[in-house]
């Protein structure tokens, strides 16, 4: 153990001012290697970090002084802990560190519609969710954010805004999330928790505690699964969790809301009405966009 370690308490050098739209760090896009940007220091707070960046960030005003905590100390610990929820979160690839800026409204200058409205409706759910969580309060039971229910027809942004959604909430709040695509593996992955030579045997309980006590979920292409009598019942029990303990919830569907009032006899969707605001995405399938034909 490192005796020069300062205390938790130990207040950082210098009280660092930032303005009020800079929370001390930032997505920086560019790609210098991999596919995606990186979170980076903010400029104010680079200029004055004295540690060189290396942990645990501590600075000797002196040869002979006490260590006392750098002031960037905060801010990167709460990027690697961002770096470590994202790469724990279950979102595809292509949409990890997929920020709001990334959800175009225009295509080549036309409008896609609703794309500017969905995002003015999350922005007060990220800044509730940030603020309660800066001031280590739960969110207002009374008045529980919803989260958003997405239904419409395929290639109109709706997993791409969800995760745009997830990303934000992780990189604002510092608290989990996960992201579960029910056409991939989910219900797969869980019925190999029951096969005793795999190495996830036993995991289904600590899989779905997981998924139901997250703070953010996504629970994408809902309507895809069998619906055998497990699968809805799995589905119904995360559900009921995630309502009882207000969980916020986003939901991604193909089916229209007469469908999905048709699953666990009703109870799924009764419950989403709650959780969530029911928004039909009207939006042309993005996809048309990067279509390749060919007459040859
Ligand atoms: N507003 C947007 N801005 C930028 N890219 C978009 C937008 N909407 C959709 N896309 C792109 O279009 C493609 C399809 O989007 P996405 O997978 O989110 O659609 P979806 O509605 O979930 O489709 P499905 O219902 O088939 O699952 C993705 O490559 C996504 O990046
Ligand atoms: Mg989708
Ligand atoms: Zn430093």
């Given at each position: 153990?490192?005796?020069?370690?300062?205390?938790?308490?130990?207040?950082?050098?210098?009280?660092?001012?930032?303005?009020?739209?800079?929370?001390?760090?930032?997505?920086?896009?560019?790609?210098?290697?991999?596919?995606?940007?990186?979170?980076?220091?903010?400029?104010?707070?680079?200029?004055?970090?004295?540690?060189?960046?290396?942990?645990?960030?501590?600075?000797?005003?002196?040869?002979?002084?006490?260590?006392?905590?750098?002031?960037?100390?905060?801010?990167?610990?709460?990027?690697?802990?961002?770096?470590?929820?994202?790469?724990?979160?279950?979102?595809?690839?292509?949409?990890?560190?997929?920020?709001?800026?990334?959800f175009q409204e225009s295509h080549k200058g036309t409008e896609i519609p609703g794309a500017a409205r969905l995002k003015e409706?999350?922005?007060?759910?990220?800044?509730?969710?940030?603020?309660?969580?800066?001031?280590?309060?739960?969110?207002?039971?009374?008045?529980?954010?919803?989260?958003?229910?997405?239904?419409?027809?395929?290639?109109n942004g709706?997993?791409?805004?969800?995760?745009?959604?997830?990303?934000?909430?992780?990189?604002?709040?510092?608290?989990?999330?996960?992201?579960?695509?029910?056409?991939?593996?989910?219900?797969?992955?869980?019925?190999?928790?029951?096969?005793?030579?795999?190495?996830?045997?036993?995991?289904?309980?600590?899989?779905?505690?997981?998924?139901?006590?997250?703070?953010?979920?996504?629970?994408?292409?809902?309507?895809?699964?069998?619906?055998?009598?497990?699968?809805?019942?799995?589905?119904?029990?995360?559900?009921?969790?995630?309502?009882?303990?207000?969980?916020?919830?986003?939901?991604?569907?193909?089916?229209?809301?007469?469908?999905?009032?048709?699953?666990?006899?009703?109870?799924?969707?009764?419950?989403?009405?709650?959780?969530?605001?029911?928004?039909?995405v009207q939006a042309p399938?993005y996809?048309?966009y990067?279509?390749?034909?060919?007459?040859?």
């Amino acid at each position: 153990m490192n005796d020069n370690l300062p205390k938790a308490s130990s207040p950082p050098r210098t009280a660092l001012e930032l303005p009020a739209n800079d929370p001390g760090y930032f997505y920086d896009p560019m790609v210098t290697a991999g596919t995606h940007g990186e979170i980076r220091l903010s400029p104010r707070v680079e200029a004055h970090c004295r540690c060189g960046g290396a942990p645990p960030y501590q600075v000797f005003e002196s040869p002979h002084s006490e260590p006392t905590w750098c002031v960037c100390r905060s801010y990167r610990t709460h990027i690697r802990q961002v770096n470590r929820l994202i790469s724990q979160s279950g979102i595809p690839e292509r949409f990890r560190y997929h920020f709001l800026d990334q959800f175009q409204e225009s295509h080549k200058g036309t409008e896609i519609p609703g794309a500017a409205r969905l995002k003015e409706h999350l922005r007060p759910l990220i800044y509730r969710c940030t603020e309660a969580k800066r001031n280590h309060k739960a969110i207002d039971t009374n008045s529980p954010a919803r989260g958003f229910l997405l239904w419409g027809e395929p290639g109109n942004g709706k997993t791409m805004f969800c995760c745009g959604a997830l990303n934000e909430l992780i990189f604002h709040s510092g608290q989990a999330g996960r992201f579960i695509g029910l056409s991939r593996k989910f219900f797969q992955t869980l019925r190999h928790t029951f096969d005793q030579d795999s190495p996830i045997h036993g995991q289904a309980i600590p899989i779905m505690e997981t998924l139901s006590t997250v703070p953010f979920l996504v629970i994408d292409d809902l309507g895809v699964q069998r619906d055998t009598e497990w699968e809805v019942e799995m589905l119904y029990n995360l559900v009921d969790a995630r309502y009882a303990e207000q969980r916020l919830t986003f939901v991604t569907t193909n089916k229209s809301i007469d469908e999905i009032k048709g699953l666990a006899g009703g109870r799924i969707y009764s419950r989403f009405l709650e959780m969530c605001h029911l928004i039909h995405v009207q939006a042309p399938d993005y996809r048309e966009y990067s279509k390749i034909e060919y007459e040859i």
